[in-house]
């Protein structure tokens, strides 16, 4: 409710948003109409005034999240960039992770890439990603076939690091120096020419 006592009037963008919450939290199938409503102070009518069923709100979650964990943060580093500060950056927002829950969004949609629904954004969100990391390995020096190894290598750490994060925290490194010199390993390992 608003200051004056009112409801405040939810957008198609407040739903998504509490959609892909409930996936962080409770996985692809947490995504139901009546709870949502509840959790947003509302009624089932105002979601069909958004959304003609749950799929399509879905759509509107993964969208969402393709935007704000994929586009946005390879905007966000800026072009032209560095690619070993692009790597530091990318890794870096990664290991100091003190928020969870996108981190358990991203695993709970990875388990769920064969839903037929949400299968199409995640393959095009981790070959955006690959490819954007193929991009960054080139532009250190390695050629064609080596950069696109070492982004499926990084790519993998990446998704390994979550795992960790959500299953295991105490495995991560929770001080900001055991932090860095974690990622000064990880990013020698990835980079390293032999």
Do not use: C
Not at 124 to 138: A, I, K, M, N, T
């Amino acid at each position: 409710m608003g200051a004056d006592g009112r409801r405040r009037r939810l957008s198609v963008d407040d739903w998504a948003r509490a959609a892909l919450d409930v996936i962080g939290e409770q996985g692809l199938a947490g995504v139901a109409v009546e709870p949502l409503a509840v959790r947003l102070g509302t009624t089932k009518g105002s979601f069909y005034w958004h959304f003609a069923n749950r799929d399509a709100l879905v759509t509107a979650a993964l969208a969402r999240w393709e935007r704000e964990h994929t586009e946005s943060v390879i905007e966000a580093l800026g072009a032209p960039v560095d690619p070993a500060t692009a790597l530091r950056r990318l890794f870096a927002s990664t290991t100091a992770a003190a928020d969870q829950l996108p981190a358990r969004t991203e695993l709970n949609l990875l388990a769920a890439a064969d839903d037929p629904l949400v299968a199409p954004t995640v393959h095009r969100v981790v070959r955006r990603r690959v490819d954007y990391l193929r991009e960054l390995f080139g532009g250190l020096g390695f050629d064609a076939d080596e950069a696109a190894r070492r982004a499926l290598l990084a790519y993998s750490a990446h998704v390994g690091h979550l795992q960790l994060l959500v299953r295991m925290p105490e495995l991560v490194p929770a001080d900001r120096a055991d932090r860095s010199a974690y990622l000064d390993t990880v990013l020698g390992a990835i980079t390293r020419r032999d």
